[in-house]
């Protein structure tokens, strides 16, 4: 069964910041095919200042996003997005300040004008966004299709945000605008991340123009912009390279207390990082990557700390 929207999304909810209670759990269950067809026409999902559950449903053809979520708690069962574009930031999921939970969920042909082109999550100091991604997929995305600065995340972009991203493949998706490309598949900026049983594929960074602008990082971009928001000293990729950045601020003990075996309770043990790192990652494949332009580092990785223009480490 297929629902055809007609300008307007299927849900839009939204509780007054003024209101001191608990957030609205919103409900919305699926099964047996059902989809939901925006046509081109609007969003499908928008929630802010709620607590919304969704299970077993396509969404597809969505515009501005197909799912927009602004300090909102949401979990996605079974879900499949496709065909979704937005006119700034996240084709597939604009994640803005919520904390979000993916299960088997799979986006595919999504793209965003300027970053994310399946997902964008983004946060502020506080690191009070996060998501946390299993047995999940994002594929042929793209970021950057009218924009003329670089394009970051051709399948997700992050910033300033908590990722937590286990047994899930990213692949075939491309940064790039005029201007370049950063992360053809993954962009993760102050972003403190953890990533288990990933594969990143197929992916790439680059201008959109032959000859002109930069690439960086093909498969996976990890980059600080600043030493008050960068909170970890150290970057690591289990069995493939280790990169060492001298420390640039105090580390702050409030990231460190992410509960993720909390959040995460079968992905098996967790190495332990004797310290807080950037990015901490184990069992991840990047493949079949590349980097492209008049200026181009890291066909399958690049780290780079804003802060330090000489700091960079690139494989």
Not at 146 to 160: I, N
Not at 162 to 183: K, P, Y
Not at 208 to 220: C, M, N, R, Y
Request: with cysteine; aromatic share 8%.
């Amino acid at each position: 069964t297929t629902i055809n929207l007609t300008g307007y999304p299927l849900l839009a909810a939204e509780q007054s910041a003024s209101l001191s209670l608990e957030l609205p759990v919103i409900n919305i269950a699926g099964g047996g095919g059902a989809a939901i067809d925006a046509q081109g026409l609007s969003s499908v999902l928008v929630a802010s200042r709620v607590s919304l559950y969704v299970r077993g449903l396509r969404i597809a053809n969505g515009n501005r996003s197909c799912v927009k979520l602004h300090h909102a708690l949401a979990r996605f069962e079974d879900v499949s997005v496709e065909g979704c574009t937005s006119p700034d930031h996240g084709g597939g999921f604009f994640i803005h300040h919520s904390n979000v939970a993916f299960e088997r969920v799979h986006i595919r042909h999504c793209a965003a004008a300027l970053n994310g082109g399946g997902v964008f999550l983004s946060g502020e100091d506080s690191f009070d966004s996060s998501l946390v991604a299993l047995h999940s997929s994002i594929a042929n995305c793209s970021a950057g299709y009218s924009y003329v600065d670089e394009a970051y995340g051709g399948c997700l972009a992050a910033e300033s945000s908590a990722l937590f991203m286990a047994h899930t493949n990213i692949t075939e998706c491309r940064g790039g605008s005029a201007g370049g490309g950063v992360g053809g598949g993954v962009s993760l900026t102050s972003t403190y991340s953890r990533l288990k049983s990933v594969k990143i594929a197929r992916c790439s960074a680059g201008a959109a123009t032959a000859g002109i602008g930069g690439g960086f990082g093909g498969g996976l971009f990890v980059g600080s912009t600043a030493g008050d928001r960068m909170n970890f000293s150290r970057a690591n990729v289990s069995h493939s390279y280790w990169l060492e950045v001298s420390p640039f601020t105090e580390l702050r003990g409030d990231l460190s207390d992410i509960p993720w075996r909390e959040l995460v309770s079968d992905v098996g043990s967790w190495r332990a990082a004797e310290e807080p790192w950037l990015l901490d990652a184990y069992d991840l494949e990047v493949v079949d990557c590349a980097a492209e332009g008049l200026v181009a580092y890291g066909g399958c990785i690049e780290y780079f700390d804003n802060s330090d223009a000489s700091e960079h480490g690139a494989v």
